[in-house]
T-cell receptor
Framework: KAGVTQTPRYLIKTRGQQVTLSCSPISGHRSVSWYQQTPGQGLQFLFE???????NKGNFPGRFSGRQFSNSRSEMNVSTLELGDSALYLC??????????????FGPGTRLTVL | QKEVEQNSGPLSVPEGAIASLNCTYSDRGSQSFFWYRQYSGKSPELIMSIYSNGDKEDGRFTAQLNKASQYVSLLIRDSQPSDSATYLC???????????FGAGTRLFVKA
């Protein structure tokens, strides 16, 4: 079974631009979660989608948004990029049906650098 | 108080020794607990999950959970240099569709 895929793997943008990252979950998984990982803050939860609905979100500004499509693929968008948005963005997929015992599997990540 | 706390390390152990990694969490309603391993430049990979109090063993790895003390640990027996990585403790919050990660503990296994 293919794993979680993320595109692109690397991205360089300048301040003020916007960026869209894509995540395709494991086949059959309906939940996608997004995380931001930085050396100083560790893995920070951005949001979780299940069947095209956002079920939870973390404490990030409104510049960070996401969506999920009917095939469970998800995108996240960051508008008006700031230097502090430079990070590894990880998505994780899970069935979304196991409640608290749901296990997440991570994609390889997208490394975003904002200049 | 952080929701999930881990000693950042680094923790250094000799090859063949037992490495002990610890994690505490603040949400008493948390139900599921996970350990992930992350090599430098790579994404986290799941090692163990544990849901009930007690020990759970998988090969050289043993996860221990004590909900009364809000404490989770991971023991790695017969540590190998290939175990050198950052170990992330993760907790699923009750009913919240949200997983909280600790900052991770860096482990070095010296050959």
């Amino acid at each position: 079974k293919a794993g979680v895929t993320q595109t692109p793997r690397y991205l360089i943008k300048t301040r003020g631009q916007q960026v869209t990252l894509s995540c395709s979950p494991i086949s059959g998984h309906r939940s996608v979660s997004w995380y931001q990982q930085t050396p100083g803050q560790g893995l920070q939860f951005l949001f979780e989608y299940f069947s095209e609905t956002q079920r939870n979100k973390g404490n990030f500004p409104g510049r960070f948004s996401g969506r999920q499509f009917s095939n469970s693929r998800s995108e996240m968008n960051v508008s008006t990029l700031e230097l502090g948005d430079s990070a590894l963005y990880l998505c994780a997929s899970s069935s979304g049906l196991a409640g608290a015992t749901d296990t997440q599997y991570f994609g390889p990540g997208t490394r975003l650098t904002v200049l | 108080q952080k929701e999930v706390e881990q000693n950042s390390g680094p923790l250094s152990v000799p090859e063949g020794a037992i490495a002990s990694l610890n994690c505490t969490y603040s949400d008493r309603g948390s139900q599921s607990f996970f350990w992930y391993r992350q090599y430098s430049g790579k994404s986290p990979e799941l090692i163990m999950s544990i849901y009930s109090n007690g020990d759970k063993e998988d090969g050289r790895f043993t996860a221990q959970l004590n909900k009364a003390s809000q404490y989770v640990s991971l023991l790695i027996r017969d540590s190998q240099p290939s175990d050198s990585a950052t170990y992330l403790c993760a907790v699923n919050q009750a009913g919240g569709f949200k997983t909280i990660f600790g900052a991770g503990t860096r482990l070095f296994v010296k050959a």
